[in-house]
Each structure stands twice: as C-alpha cells, then as structure tokens.
C-alpha cells in the first residue's frame, strides 16, 4: 500500500511540477481551471477513452483535444499508449 501511494504521489507531483513550470491550467471538477489538479482527477478524465483493434490495426476512440492537452503534460510512456 505504501508503495502505492508513493508512486500516486510522485505522479501528481511531476504532473503539477509541469504544469507550472508551462504556466498552464486545466479543468478541474468544477470546469475551473486549475495548475493543481488531483491526479484521480486526471485518471478519471481518461476512464472514456478505449483502445478498439480493427482488423488488427489499433485505433483510440474518445480522445477529445483537452485529454490531448492533458497528454502533453505526462511522461512519454504514457503519451505512446494513447498516441
């Protein structure tokens, strides 16, 4: 459990540490905007976007331009599975 919660937090720290190092902002529960977002907040934000495999050829489905915005702003792994 520990160690979970040490991997949350040093994810939420880097996303914040980008944000404000960018000077940017993003939504936040209530549609504000915000460079301290939660980072379930952000895991939530992605619950709607699926990989769909047709015909073997993979294809990201829900990915609107604020996830995008929001991809920018994670590690690089994270960017190759959904990009």
């Known amino acids: 459990m520990s160690l979970c919660?040490?991997?949350?937090?040093i994810g939420q720290r880097e996303l914040?540490?980008?944000?404000?190092?960018t000077n940017s902002k993003v939504k936040n529960?209530?549609?504000?905007?915000t460079n301290t977002p939660t980072l379930r907040w952000i895991f939530q934000c992605f619950q709607g976007v699926?990989?769909?495999?047709i015909y073997q050829s993979p294809k990201?489905?829900?990915?609107?331009?604020?996830?995008?915005?929001?991809l920018e702003f994670l590690l690089s792994c994270?960017?190759?599975?959904y990009l």
């Open 5 to 9: 919660l040490l991997v949350y937090n």
């Open 50 to 53: 699926h990989v769909l495999i």
């Open 29 to 33: 529960q209530l549609g504000k905007l």
């Open 78 to 81: 994270c960017q190759k599975y």
């Open 16 to 21: 914040r540490k980008t944000l404000k190092r």
């Open 60 to 70: 990201v489905v829900n990915l609107t331009e604020e996830r995008s915005l929001i």
